[in-house]
């Protein structure tokens, strides 16, 4: 990770790039949004050992961020219906451009980077057809809006480039909304989720579906590994006693794999699962739940849960090594080993791998 | 922005207001369901029955007596169905009694395809109910009745074989929610068990307390922000059931059963209980100075635009203190991103 990253600060630095590299800032593992205690929203660096790097000013409460490859900048997107997004200088948080969602869309918080960062996708919604929409931004011309293609389905969620850096990943949470009714769900006895993979282009190259019975099961968050396997969390929508799995597992061309500790254990999940990651070696998987105050952890080649850990408000999560690092509602980083640290900020939703 | 400013003040609420006294969970919800969920769902389940033989003695669009038996039906679904759990969920019985918001238009295009095919499915009240939910509950019944096209479509002899189709399958989903509320259902939210749905007596609350934020958020933003839209775009076609002109009248009948269940649940904070009493009022007042324009029709315009708005508002205000009162008394409040749904 580090050699990676070394080799395109050193290519930043050879390209007349107007930011300096993530080791400006201290060398985050992560991003992630927080409240201070005086109710001002930050965006903030974090490392693997719970060191905050950096806290920059966000407008109000963000989603997820997007982290510029090689150049220590970062795409903040409001949460959902929001219609902006701001790239920040994570040095001094100075507000490099504005996105704003062209008419009849609105971004639903995540975004990916092109690997040369020259490019970058968010999810979006064409609201008045009510279908999920792909915008693409070229990063040179100022974030320039340049075009967009369909998600392949409808409520994009998160969205990541794919280890082969020619295709995306989408996870379609199937779910349909309208600013103008708030996040009032409006199409749950007919949603369909899907995984989509999507060319650069916006080709469809594969679109994944559960069964029907799990119709209700809203694909959300997604996290990768460098060999192709796609981690990806669900939020149940139907009744919490027939909560099926949260977690699932796949691999372009082959069928998903759910998985689950017990049908007991992952009603403690309360049907929402917050946040997904891989563990750095990829051989295990966690998902949060910030509703049950629970993380469960697997074996990704066998499936088998090989952990349940209990963190009020736990949400973010992010892959390090052999494990993980976590972060909660109440201030707290830690790790399946016990706490690192505990700062004074509320832990948003997410943590966003930088240079990973 | 209201809802940031919400989630702001939820957060210190949370942080800052413990709850102020011990509640007798157990007694709460015994007090909901006698008072208001069991009553409720045995009157839906009286006046389906009544719909059932009303389209069976005249099953005409125009008949007087079928649209009145329509009207208390959908009146008596309005005040349960904000009780969107348990046996409500199954076999999606709420969305088969009330397909709506439908923004792809499921409910029409279902409807057309039965009357020009002349499906024979109708016959049989099992097959039918496994139909699409579309073509099932009040919503279809009210194309059936009152939209301009479908009302007079093809055969008339199959539209009241539909008519009275879509009718007995109403009553079917309301007996067999009735039947597992008083088979057990109501029971095990009073018997909280580890192994059961409801674990604690606080579970069951937990429950309840969603229902009627749930159910004040859907007036809020559907009921009222689909025909709203945007003061560009404002989209009056867009109100609930507006072709048998029942749009405000859905959200009285709603906000009348939810103010019913906020006093069950605010039983033992009464200064919290007088706050949601007063807060109800002045809704209702405003849905009163409403009543010359009951589908919305209005949105269009400035003055009726802004008549509407201010029940949203109203209705806004409504959830502010339930959420940031009633919640954290109920000890029913959750955590920074608990809270956040996203």
């Known amino acids: ?143 320039r809006r340049i075009g967009e293609f369909a998600s392949g389905g409808v409520g994009p969620h998160d969205i990541k480039l794919m280890p082969d850096g020619r295709s995306l990943v989408v996870a379609n949470g199937g779910i349909e909304t309208h600013p103008d ?161 505990r700062h004074d900020l509320q832990w948003d939703n997410h943590l966003i791998a930088v240079s990973a | 922005m209201r809802s940031l400013l919400m989630t702001a003040a939820l957060v210190n609420a949370a942080l800052l207001a413990p709850p102020v006294l011990a509640q007798d969970a157990a007694t709460l919800v015994e007090g909901v369901l006698a008072q208001h969920v069991l009553p409720g769902f045995q009157t839906f389940a009286t006046r389906t029955e009544a719909l059932t033989a009303a389209a069976q003695s005249d099953c005409q669009p125009q008949s007087a007596e079928l649209r009145a038996a329509f009207h208390e039906g959908f009146d008596a679904w309005m005040a349960v169905s904000h009780l969107r759990f348990g046996p409500s969920e199954v076999d999606e019985r709420a969305f088969a009694l009330a397909f709506w918001p439908d923004t792809k238009g499921f409910t029409p295009k279902s409807l057309t ?39 007079t479509l093809g055969d008339a002899q199959y539209h009241c074989a539909l008519v009275q189709a879509v009718a007995a399958d109403i009553d079917r989903q309301a007996q067999a929610i009735l039947a597992d509320w008083q088979g057990g259902y109501a029971t095990s939210m009073q018997t909280p068990s580890d192994a059961a749905e409801y674990a604690t007596d606080l579970a069951a609350v937990a429950q309840l307390f969603k229902a009627l934020d749930t159910g004040l958020q859907f007036n809020e933003e559907a009921r009222l922000g689909r025909p709203l839209g945007s003061f560009e775009k404002p989209r009056p076609r867009r109100a609930e059931a507006r072709r048998s002109g029942r749009s405000l009248r859905n959200i009285t009948v709603s906000l009348t059963a939810l103010e019913e269940l906020s006093q069950a649940l605010a039983a033992q904070t009464p200064g919290v209980a007088e706050r949601l009493e007063a807060a109800f009022a002045v809704a209702f007042e405003q849905a009163e100075v409403l009543a010359e324009d009951p589908v919305f029709a209005g949105v269009a315009e400035m003055q009726g635009r802004f008549k509407v708005e201010i029940l949203q508002q109203y209705i806004g205000n409504i959830r502010d203190i339930v959420t940031q009162e009633l919640g954290p008394a109920l000890d029913v409040t959750a955590g920074f991103n608990a809270l956040d749904g996203d």
């Not at chain 1, 995984?195 to 282009?201: E, F, G, I, P, T």
């Open chain 1, 181 to 341: 009714m708030g996040r009032t769900k409006l199409n749950l006895p007919v949603m369909q989720p899907s995984l989509s993979y999507l060319s650069l282009d916006g080709d469809l190259l594969e679109d994944v579906t559960l069964p029907w019975a799990q119709h209700k099961n809203s694909i959300r968050h997604l996290a990768l590994h460098t060999d192709g396997t796609v981690a990806f969390a669900m939020q149940w929508q139907g009744a919490l006693k027939d909560s099926p799995p949260l977690l699932g597992l796949h691999q372009r061309g082959t069928p998903p794999r759910l998985l689950s500790v017990s049908q007991d254990s992952d009603r403690r999940l309360n049907g929402y699962a917050g946040s997904v990651s891989l563990s750095g070696d990829g051989a295990q998987v966690a998902i949060t739940s910030p509703r049950g105050g629970i993380l469960h952890v697997f074996d990704v080649t066998s499936g088998a849960a090989v952990a349940v850990h209990e963190a009020t408000d736990v949400c973010g999560i992010g892959g390090v090594g052999q494990g993980f690092v976590y972060t909660t509602g109440g201030g707290l980083v830690g790790t399946l080993n016990g706490a690192l640290q």
């Open chain 2, 113 to 151: 395809k039965f009357i020009t095919t002349e499906d024979p499915v109708i016959a049989e009240p099992e097959a039918f109910g496994e139909v699409s939910i579309a073509a099932r509950g009040f919503f279809a019944m009210e194309y059936l009745l009152y939209d301009d096209t479908i009302a």
């Open chain 1, 1 to 143: 990770m580090t050699t990676r990253r070394r080799l395109l600060a050193g290519l930043a630095a050879s390209s007349l790039m107007p930011s300096l590299g993530w080791s400006s800032v201290g060398t985050p593992d992560f991003l992630s949004a927080a409240r201070r205690a005086d109710g001002q929203f930050v965006l903030a660096g974090l490392t693997r050992r719970g060191d905050v790097t950096f806290t920059i000013a966000l407008p109000a409460r963000g989603h997820a961020a997007a982290a510029h490859p090689d150049r220590a900048e970062a795409v903040a997107f409001a949460r959902r219906p929001g219609t902006f997004a701001v790239v920040l200088d994570c040095r001094d948080g100075t507000v490099l451009a504005r996105l704003t969602a062209p008419a009849e869309r609105h971004f639903y918080g995540h975004g990916a980077f092109s690997a040369d960062g020259k490019r970058l996708y968010t999810s979006e919604n064409d609201y008045e057809a009510g279908l999920g929409i792909i915008g693409v931004w070229d990063v040179e011309a100022g974030y």
